[in-house]
C-alpha cells in the first residue's frame, strides 16, 4: 500500500500503542498524534520509554497492541522503500561501515530516492551538499568516519538524516556527545528545516531548558504513558518536573526567549536557600526589637 503524501504536512499518529522487548512492556496503551508541521519534543527520566516511543513510530519495534498511522495508512502496511521517502530515523548509536567516507554515508540518506528508473542525479547532489553545509561538516567530506570525534560524527549522521529529505523526521537524543555550542547549532538546524519545509519533527532530548526553547510541542513521559503534552509554556512546571523527575525546581521565564526556564534545586541550593531565608528571618527580627 502506497502513502500519499497529503497536501499539507505530514501526520504521524499512535492509537493505543503498546510496545516493549519480550514479556517486559515499556510503553502501554499511549496515543499521540505529533502535530503536523511542528516540532514535538519527547523529554522524561530515563528508561521511562522515551525511545522505546520512537522506535515504534518508525517501525523499527513491532507493536503488541495498537497501531501507527502515518498519513492515515498503518505505518506496517507501508512498502519499506516508500516509507524511507516519507519518515526518516536518527536513533541514538547507529552505526556506520568501517572505512566509509564522510560524503559517502551523507550520500546514503539519497538511497530511498533511488531505482531502477531513477539513478544518482544532480538533486542529489544538491541534497547531500545542503546537508553537509547545514551541519558544518563539508569540510570533514572527503575524511573517513573512523577519524572523526564523537561530536563530529553526531553531526555526520545528522547530515545523513536532513539528506532524506523526507515529511516526518523522528531525531533520538541528536545532541549526544556535543558540547553546547554545537547543540544549540544543531536544534537551530532542525528548527529552520521545519520551518522552510514543513517537516513534522520528533526528537528524544534530555535537556529540559532547550526542549522549551525549541518545542512547539513539549510530551512529558513517566513509566511508558504520556503525562501531560501541550505547549511549553503550559506543561513546564515545578510540579511536573518534580514528578517526573524527582527534582525540586524553580521555573522562570527565559531571559533570552520567554519560554520556562528549569534552574534545579538541589540540596546545596535548598541549604543555601534556608540558610538565607533564616538570615533574612533573623534580620527582621532585629529589626523588629530595634524599632
Known sequence: MAVHPSKESAILSARELSLGYGPRAIVEELSLTLPAGKVTIIVGANACGKSTLLRGLA???????????????????????????????????????????VADLVGRGRSPHQGWFRQWTTADDDAVAAALNVTGTAELADRSIDELSGGQRQRVWIAMALAQETNVLLLDEPTTYLDLAHQVEVLDVVSELNARRGTTVAIVLHDL??????ADHLVAMKAGSILAQGAPGEVLTAEL??????????????????????????????????AAAGKLAEITMTEGVHA
Do not use: C, W
Not at 83 to 100: H, N, S, V
Not at 209 to 214: D, T
Not at 245 to 268: Q, W
Open 241 to 274: 518536573v518534580r514528578d517526573v523527575f524527582g527534582l525540586e525546581s524553580v521555573v522562570v521565564p527565559d531571559p533570552v526567549v520567554g519560554t520556562p526556564m528549569v534552574v534545579p534545586m538541589g540540596r546545596r541550593a535548598a541549604l543555601l536557600a534556608d
Open 209 to 214: 531548558n532547550l526542549a522549551a526553547r525549541y
Open 59 to 101: 517501525r523499527l519495534l513491532p507493536p503488541s497492541a495498537g497501531v501507527v498511522h502515518l498519513n492515515g495508512v498503518d505505518i506496517h502496511k507501508v512498502p519499506t522503500r516508500a516509507l524511507a521517502r516519507e519518515l526518516g530515523i536518527l536513533p541514538q548509536t547507529p552505526t556506520a561501515p568501517d572505512g566509509i567516507s
